[in-house]
C-alpha cells in the first residue's frame, strides 16, 4: 500500500555491505546463518525481519503480513559481509575455532566462509586486557587510524559494489569507562582523536569511522562506544541512525521476560542472585575487572528500570541483586546462566523461582545481529537519524535521548517496534485499548 509516509523510503536497491568489527563467534555464526539460510539449508529462528508477522487494524480485519512483506527490507540475497578483528583467521577459520556450530553446518559453508578475511582491527590492550593478536594497525594517533578504517569501508564499498552500507561492532566488551570531557562533543572529540587521548576506546574510533563514511551504527557489546554527546549529535548531523547497546541474549532476556510478570501482578521480589559459566572468548575477556564491570552495569540496570521501585517501595525498594560472571573453559559458547529469584506474595509469604538457562550466546546473538543490520538499513533509507530508540527490543542496555531512562519491558519494546513500523508504512497505531469491538 503506497502511503505519503511510505512514499518517503528509498528502495533497498543493490547491495548492503555488512561490516563487522570482531569477527567471532557472534559474527561467524551471524554469517554463516544468512549464507545457509540463502541455500535452503536452514531457517532463520529467532529474527522477526525473517518470521514474525504485524498485525494492522482491527482483529477483526484478518491483516497480519510478515514484517520483510510490509516493510521495505534489504534480502538475504543482498548482504555482503566483511570485518575487522586482531586474529588473522579468516571466518570458517574463526567458526571453527569458536565450535559453536556442527561440522555438517560449518563444511557446507565453508568456501564462503574462507572468503572474508578480516582486516587489520584497531586494538589497545589497555581496553581488553585478556587477549592480543598480530592483525593490528598501527598509526601516529587514534586520527589517523581512523582514517585507515575509514579507507577500509570506501574500498570494501568499491570491490563489492555495495550501494550501502551498516557497521555492527560484535568485538569484546571492552574496560568500564564513563564520559569525559573528550566525549562531550565533536569537537573535543576529533581533538583528542589527534592527540591520542587515553579516555577513547577502539570501539569509539570504529563508531567515529562509520558515521564519517556515511554508514550507521551498531553496538552488541556494553562499551561506551557511540552512547555518548560527541557522536549521538555527530550522527543526528550526519543523518544517520544508530543504536545500541549489549545483545540482550541470554540471562537479561529472561529478565526482561519475567520482571514484567512479577510486576504485573504486584508480587514483591527481595532477591534476584544471577551467575553464569561460560567458556568463550566474552568468559575469557570478562574475567578481567575493568571488561567485566562494564558488563555488570547493563545487566544490573534492567530490574531497577522494570520495578521502578521508587513507586513500589514496599515490593522492590530493598531488593538485592547481584550478577556473576565465571569464565568455565569446558563449556565454549554453549552458556549456563543460573537465576535464584526470592519473591513474596499475598501477606508477605515467601516464594521462590529458580531458572537453570543452558543457552547458546552466538545462537541467541545471530538473529539480533541480522535484525539490526537489516532494520538500521531501512531507518536509513527512510530519513531517520540519531538514535533508534525502538530498537530497544534487542538490547540490553537501550540508548535513548539525553534523562530519558530506558524502557526495559520486553512486551513494550516489541510494541514499540512493530508501532514504529506501523507508523513509517502510514498504518494505524495499536493501543490495544479494544473499545472498537464493543460500543
Known amino acids: 500500500?503506497?502511503?505519503?509516509?511510505?512514499?518517503?523510503?528509498?528502495?533497498?536497491?543493490?547491495?548492503?555491505?555488512?561490516?563487522?568489527?570482531?569477527?567471532?563467534?557472534?559474527?561467524?555464526?551471524?554469517?554463516?546463518?544468512?549464507?545457509?539460510?540463502?541455500?535452503?539449508?536452514?531457517?532463520?529462528?529467532g529474527s522477526l525481519t525473517q518470521l514474525a508477522t504485524i498485525r494492522l487494524g482491527k482483529r477483526t480485519d484478518g491483516r497480519s503480513p510478515m514484517i520483510k512483506d510490509f516493510v521495505p527490507l534489504a534480502g538475504l540475497n543482498d548482504l555482503v559481509f566483511g570485518g575487522w578483528d586482531i586474529y588473522e583467521d579468516n571466518a570458517y577459520q574463526a567458526a571453527a575455532n569458536a565450535?559453536?556450530?556442527?561440522?555438517?553446518?560449518?563444511?557446507?559453508?565453508?568456501?564462503?566462509?574462507?572468503?572474508?578475511?578480516?582486516?587489520?582491527?584497531?586494538f589497545d590492550q589497555s581496553y581488553v586486557k585478556r587477549i592480543n593478536g598480530p592483525n593490528v594497525k598501527k598509526g601516529a594517533s587514534k586520527m589517523e587510524l581512523a582514517e585507515q578504517l575509514m579507507a577500509d569501508i570506501q574500498q570494501f564499498k568499491a570491490k563489492n559494489k555495495c550501494d550501502r552500507m551498516v557497521m555492527l561492532w560484535c568485538g569484546s566488551t571492552e574496560t568500564f569507562k564513563k564520559p569525559g570531557a573528550v566525549h562531550a562533543s565533536l569537537r573535543a572529540f576529533?581533538?583528542?582523536?589527534?592527540?591520542?587521548?587515553?579516555?577513547?576506546?577502539?570501539?569509539?574510533?570504529?563508531?567515529?569511522?562509520?558515521?564519517?563514511?556515511?554508514?550507521?551504527?551498531?553496538?552488541?557489546?556494553?562499551?561506551?562506544?557511540?552512547?555518548?554527546?560527541?557522536?549521538?549529535?555527530?550522527?543526528?548531523?550526519?543523518?544517520?541512525?544508530?543504536?545500541?547497546?549489549?545483545?540482550?541474549?541470554?540471562?537479561?532476556?529472561?529478565?526482561?521476560?519475567?520482571?514484567?510478570?512479577?510486576?504485573?501482578?504486584?508480587?514483591?521480589?527481595?532477591?534476584?542472585?544471577?551467575?553464569n559459566i561460560l567458556g568463550n572468548r566474552d568468559g575469557e575477556v570478562l574475567e578481567d575487572p575493568g571488561s567485566f564491570k562494564t558488563k555488570e552495569e547493563t545487566k544490573l540496570s534492567v530490574l531497577d528500570t522494570i520495578l521502578q521501585p521508587e513507586l513500589y517501595p514496599d515490593l522492590y525498594k530493598d531488593l538485592y541483586h547481584a550478577v556473576r560472571i565465571n569464565y568455565y573453559p569446558p563449556r565454549g559458547d554453549a552458556k549456563e546462566g543460573w537465576d535464584n529469584i526470592d519473591i513474596f506474595g499475598w501477606l508477605g509469604y515467601p516464594m521462590q523461582i529458580k531458572?537453570?538457562?543452558?543457552?547458546?550466546?552466538?545462537?541467541?546473538?545471530?538473529?539480533?545481529?541480522?535484525?539490526l543490520v537489516l532494520f538500521l538499513d531501512l531507518a536509513q533509507r527512510a530519513g531517520m537519524r540519531g538514535i533508534q530508540e525502538w530498537l530497544s527490543f534487542y538490547f540490553k542496555a537501550p540508548m535513548t535521548a539525553p534523562g530519558l531512562y530506558p524502557e526495559h519491558d520486553i512486551f513494550i519494546q516489541l510494541m514499540k517496534l512493530k508501532n514504529r513500523l506501523r507508523h513509517l508504512m502510514g498504518e494505524d497505531l495499536i493501543t490495544h485499548l479494544g473499545l472498537e469491538y464493543y460500543d
Not at 99 to 122: C, N, T, W
Not at 226 to 253: N, W
Open 355 to 371: 531458572i537453570d538457562f543452558l543457552c547458546r550466546d552466538s545462537i541467541l546473538a545471530a538473529p539480533i545481529a541480522l535484525d
Open 190 to 275: 576529533e581533538k583528542g582523536l589527534a592527540k591520542n587521548s587515553p579516555d577513547i576506546a577502539p570501539s569509539q574510533v570504529y563508531a567515529y569511522a562509520a558515521l564519517r563514511s556515511g554508514v550507521p551504527f551498531a553496538n552488541g557489546a556494553p562499551n561506551l562506544t557511540h552512547d555518548m554527546p560527541a557522536l549521538i549529535e555527530y550522527a543526528r548531523d550526519q543523518s544517520l541512525p544508530v543504536c545500541g547497546k549489549d545483545f540482550k541474549t541470554g540471562q537479561t532476556f529472561m529478565k526482561t521476560l519475567l520482571a514484567p510478570g512479577l510486576k504485573s501482578r504486584m508480587l514483591g521480589v527481595s532477591g534476584w542472585f544471577s551467575t
Open 99 to 122: 565450535q559453536v556450530l556442527d561440522p555438517h553446518h560449518l563444511d557446507s559453508v565453508k568456501r564462503f566462509l574462507s572468503g572474508i578475511q578480516p582486516m587489520a582491527a584497531v
Open 1 to 45: 500500500m503506497t502511503t505519503p509516509q511510505s512514499a518517503k523510503i528509498a528502495p533497498a536497491k543493490g547491495k548492503l555491505g555488512v561490516l563487522i568489527p570482531g569477527v567471532g563467534a557472534v559474527a561467524t555464526t551471524f554469517m554463516a546463518g544468512v549464507e545457509l539460510v540463502r541455500r535452503g539449508k536452514a531457517n532463520p529462528v
